[in-house]
C-alpha cells in the first residue's frame, strides 16, 4: 500500500504561482511513475502531469506545459507541481496519484494509489 499526502494548494490571484508537493510513503517501490491530476466542478479529472520515478521523464499536458512543471526528490520520496501564471481556469482540486508498470502516464487508469487532493483556487 502505497499513502500520498498533497500539501501547498490554496487561494492566489491570477498571474500568481504556487508550488504543490505529495509526499509518498509505504510501498513505493511497488510503483514506477507518479503524477498530477485535477477535477474542477462538474468537469471529469484531468491530467496535469506525470514523471517516470527512475528515470525522472516528465508527460505534460499539452495545453498545461509551458506553465506547469513537475519534478521529483528521489530520496525524499515526493512530487512538486511549480503552477506558474495561474489561471481562473486552473481552479480545482488537484490529485496526485502513484501507479505500477505501465505505459500509462496520462491515464488515470495507469495508477493505483491516490492521495486526498488539495483545493487550488485562483482569483480573478
Given at each position: 500500500?502505497?499513502?500520498l499526502?498533497?500539501?501547498?494548494?490554496?487561494l492566489?490571484?491570477?498571474?500568481?504561482?504556487?508550488?504543490?508537493?505529495?509526499?509518498a510513503?509505504g510501498q513505493?517501490f511497488?510503483?514506477?511513475?507518479?503524477?498530477?491530476?485535477r477535477?474542477?466542478?462538474?468537469?471529469e479529472r484531468?491530467?496535469?502531469?506525470s514523471?517516470?520515478?527512475?528515470?525522472?521523464?516528465?508527460y505534460?499536458?499539452?495545453?498545461?506545459?509551458?506553465?506547469?512543471?513537475v519534478?521529483?526528490?528521489y530520496?525524499?520520496?515526493t512530487?512538486?507541481?511549480?503552477?506558474?501564471?495561474?489561471?481562473?481556469?486552473?481552479?480545482?482540486v488537484?490529485y496526485?496519484a502513484?501507479g505500477?508498470?505501465?505505459?500509462?502516464?496520462?491515464?488515470?487508469?495507469?495508477?493505483?494509489?491516490w492521495g486526498?487532493?488539495?483545493?487550488?483556487?485562483?482569483?480573478s
Amino acid at each position: 500500500q502505497v499513502r500520498l499526502v498533497e500539501s501547498g494548494g490554496g487561494l492566489v490571484q491570477a498571474g500568481g504561482s504556487l508550488r504543490l508537493s505529495c509526499l509518498a510513503t509505504g510501498q513505493t517501490f511497488t510503483t514506477d511513475k507518479m503524477g498530477w491530476f485535477r477535477q474542477a466542478p462538474g468537469k471529469e479529472r484531468e491530467f496535469v502531469a506525470s514523471v517516470a520515478w527512475g528515470s525522472g521523464v516528465a508527460y505534460y499536458s499539452d495545453s498545461l506545459k509551458g506553465r506547469f512543471t513537475v519534478s521529483r526528490d528521489y530520496a525524499k520520496n515526493t512530487l512538486y507541481l511549480q503552477m506558474n501564471t495561474l489561471k481562473s481556469e486552473d481552479t480545482a482540486v488537484y490529485y496526485c496519484a502513484a501507479g505500477g508498470s505501465s505505459n500509462l502516464y496520462r491515464d488515470p487508469q495507469g495508477y493505483n494509489f491516490w492521495g486526498p487532493g488539495t483545493q487550488v483556487t485562483v482569483s480573478s
